[in-house]
Nanobody, 114 residues
Framework: QVQMVESGGGLVQAGGSLRLSCAASGIAFSLNVMAWYRQAPGKQRELVASITSAGGGNYADSVKGRFTISRDNAKNTVYLQMNSLKPEDTAVYYC????????WGQGTQVTVSS
């Protein structure tokens, strides 16, 4: 059974930092691209960052230079380090494996106050 479990969200002031974690199970984690998405109220879900099996990261322009995606294949876990947070980063954050696109976790809420 494929499962994604996100954690690490919370309430933070603008300029602060958070580190999100996503534990994946039921997939060959080390072989798969992993990605973080977010969905703000009233908006479509958007891709934030992705990481290849080799560890190469790609980022949305809106988070480039502030967010860092990483993975620990031994723990089947992908991380998103978020620095210099802005109120517009407020959203529910989800992780996903594109090869298992229909499997989504419950997400973790990130709220950035101004």
């Amino acid at each position: 059974q494929v499962q994604m479990v996100e954690s690490g969200g919370g309430l933070v002031q603008a300029g602060g930092s958070l580190r999100l974690s996503c534990a994946a199970s039921g997939i060959a984690f080390s072989l798969n691209v992993m990605a973080w998405y977010r969905q703000a109220p009233g908006k479509q879900r958007e891709l934030v960052a992705s990481i290849t099996s080799a560890g190469g990261g790609n980022y949305a322009d809106s988070v480039k230079g502030r967010f860092t995606i990483s993975r620990d294949n031994a723990k089947n876990t992908v991380y998103l380090q978020m620095n210099s947070l802005k109120p517009e980063d407020t959203a529910v954050y989800y992780c996903n494996a594109p090869n298992y696109a229909r499997y989504w976790g419950q997400g973790t809420q990130v709220t950035v106050s101004s």
